[in-house]
């Protein structure tokens, strides 16, 4: 199993990014898909989950910001950011879960610089 997440780098505050994650070795298109993030110094938290049917679920300090979409078609989920604040700087990880599998990817840096 992979998930390969990509888009992450240097913003300025107010910017927006698009984050990508890629997986393989899933059945991708029955999982529930999620960003998560850990700043450092803080505890992981969760960012976005979509679920198989589309449902998503957005944490509270990123609403009306954040969206999270899904591409069956291409096994790929997507974080799309918006109005980026300096506390969203964090790595962001892509995570998978089936009934309790969970399968996490590598991160990648998000760095808003204010």
């Known amino acids: 199993v992979q998930l390969q997440a990509c888009g992450g780098g240097l913003v300025q505050a107010g910017g927006s990014l698009r984050l990508s994650c890629l997986a393989s070795g899933i059945i991708f298109s029955i999982n529930t898909m999620g960003w998560y993030r850990q700043a450092p110094g803080k505890q992981l938290e969760l960012v976005a989950t979509?679920?198989?049917?589309?449902?998503?679920n957005l944490a509270d300090s990123v609403k009306g910001r954040f969206a999270i979409s899904r591409d069956n078609a291409k096994n790929t989920v997507y974080l799309h950011m918006n109005s980026l604040k300096a506390e969203d700087t964090s790595v962001y990880y892509c995570?998978?879960?089936?009934?309790?599998?969970?399968?996490w990817g590598q991160g990648t840096q998000v760095t808003v610089s204010s």
């Open positions: 995570n998978s879960n089936w009934r309790g599998a969970e399968n």
């Open positions: 979509i679920t198989s049917g589309g449902s998503t």
